[in-house]
């Protein structure tokens, strides 16, 4: 099978296609043939080794020293089960799955083996395996820090900072789901976008003054480091929460704030590798309540294209990889 494998540290360059040997479930797995994969912001910074100085050590023992120790990245797919270990029960041969694979990435291939009780569920009936592909992580994320550490509420006022990628593109329909009135910071470009999928405001980040356009809100939710810890505090109310998913760990600053007020700071925190919340996301998609946004999508063999777009930083919710062709009726 085909598989994208990524053979050391740096540019899209280094993503090279090579035939592999296809997998074999185990007992207690499905051997999915992948329709649609993405790439995220982790890829090309796995990829590229993008991180903090101070967590370079810890990430190249994590990752791996000289090259990715797992060298297929992809952290999301959409496909079908073509096969399916003796134990498994959850699933069938047929079955239209997406999955979260950040644990064990591997989505970058034609085939992938999933743990049944892992990050799996059936596809949302009305989306497409492109869109279905842009769910687990970019929406995951969103709703894990919105409402398992935010606890967002009815009329609690939201900022997003980066409202137009992956995650904040999420965070916007998902605050606005939970009642919450949002606020969206992005580029002139994105605004439209981003009042059109739920925001009630919009800030344009590119404006010198943006920052004094900043109110009184219960909940900041930076989706990239790029907002001024300083701008944020202030903008918190006295019992708000930080959420900033952009760094792996907080700032003497964001501590300090934490010691010496009611403030709530979350840096940092990952969401259970468990298919709980797709389920969930899976029946908002069904019911028309959260809707994946797709700013282009590439071919398998189109992608060091891909990842030299999406790593400029500017995507509009997700860039979407088709891997294997599938028939035209996706339901």
Same mark, same amino acid.
């Given at each position: 099978?085909?598989?994208?494998?990524?053979?050391?540290?740096?540019?899209?360059?280094?993503?090279?296609?090579?035939?592999?040997?296809?997998?074999?479930?185990?007992?207690?797995?499905?051997?999915?043939?992948?329709?649609?994969?993405?790439?995220?912001?982790? =890829?090309?910074?796995?990829?590229?080794? =993008?991180?903090?100085?101070?967590?370079?050590?810890?990430?190249?023992?994590?990752?791996?020293?000289?090259?990715?120790?797992?060298?297929?990245?992809?952290?999301?797919?959409?496909?079908?089960?073509?096969?399916?270990?003796?134990?498994?029960?959850?699933?069938?041969?047929?079955?239209?799955?997406?999955?979260?694979?950040?644990?064990?990435?591997?989505?970058?291939?034609?085939?992938?083996?999933?743990?049944? =009780?892992?990050?799996?569920?059936?596809?949302?009936?009305?989306?497409?395996?492109?869109?279905?592909?842009?769910?687990?992580?970019?929406?995951?994320?969103?709703?894990?820090?919105?409402?398992?550490?935010?606890?967002?509420?009815?009329?609690?006022?939201?900022?997003?900072?980066?409202?137009?990628?992956?995650?904040?593109?999420?965070?916007?329909?998902?605050?606005?789901?939970?009642?919450?009135?949002?606020?969206?910071?992005?580029?002139?470009?994105?605004?439209?976008?981003?009042?059109?999928?739920?925001?009630?405001?919009?800030? =344009?980040?590119?404006?010198?003054?943006?920052?004094?356009?900043?109110?009184?809100?219960?909940?900041?939710?930076?989706?990239?480091?790029?907002?001024?810890?300083?701008?944020?505090?202030?903008?918190?109310?006295?019992?708000?929460?930080?959420?900033?998913?952009?760094?792996?760990?907080?700032?003497?600053?964001?501590?300090?704030?934490?010691?010496?007020?009611?403030?709530?700071?979350?840096?940092?925190?990952?969401?259970?590798?468990?298919?709980?919340?797709?389920?969930?996301?899976?029946?908002?998609?069904?019911?028309?309540?959260?809707?994946?946004?797709?700013?282009?999508?590439?071919?398998?063999?189109?992608?060091?294209?891909?990842?030299?777009?999406?790593?400029?930083?500017?995507?509009?919710?997700?860039?979407?990889?088709?891997?294997?062709?599938?028939?035209?009726?996706?339901?």
């Amino acid at each position: 099978m085909k598989a994208v494998v990524c053979t050391k540290y740096g540019p899209p360059e280094v993503l090279q296609i090579e035939n592999i040997e296809k997998p074999v479930p185990k007992n207690n797995e499905v051997l999915v043939k992948v329709y649609a994969t993405t790439v995220t912001a982790a =890829d090309y910074k796995v990829r590229s080794f =993008d991180v903090p100085k101070s967590f370079w050590l810890p990430a190249r023992l994590m990752l791996g020293l000289r090259k990715p120790r797992k060298s297929i990245l992809g952290m999301e797919l959409s496909g079908e089960i073509e096969s399916v270990g003796k134990d498994v029960t959850l699933f069938k041969k047929g079955d239209k799955i997406f999955a979260a694979t950040l644990q064990t990435f591997g989505a970058y291939a034609e085939y992938k083996c999933l743990p049944e =009780d892992g990050p799996v569920a059936l596809k949302p009936t009305n989306a497409t395996y492109e869109e279905a592909a842009a769910i687990p992580i970019g929406a995951r994320t969103a709703f894990h820090y919105l409402k398992k550490i935010g606890d967002v509420k009815p009329g609690q006022k939201v900022l997003i900072y980066g409202a137009s990628g992956s995650v904040g593109t999420y965070a916007v329909q998902l605050a606005k789901y939970f009642g919450a009135e949002v606020t969206g910071v992005c580029s002139t470009s994105n605004l439209g976008l981003v009042k059109s999928i739920g925001a009630d405001k919009v800030i =344009d980040y590119t404006t010198v003054d943006f920052i004094e356009n900043f109110e009184t809100y219960d909940i900041i939710f930076t989706t990239v480091d790029k907002c001024p810890f300083r701008a944020c505090k202030n903008a918190l109310s006295i019992n708000g929460t930080y959420l900033n998913i952009g760094r792996p760990i907080p700032s003497l600053q964001m501590i300090w704030m934490s010691l010496i007020s009611r403030k709530k700071i979350a840096v940092g925190k990952n969401s259970p590798e468990t298919a709980e919340v797709l389920i969930f996301l899976k029946n908002l998609v069904e019911l028309g309540l959260l809707k994946p946004v797709v700013d282009r999508s590439y071919t398998l063999d189109q992608i060091v294209e891909a990842h030299r777009y999406a790593g400029k930083g500017h995507k509009k919710g997700n860039v979407v990889i088709s891997v294997n062709q599938f028939k035209e009726n996706q339901t």
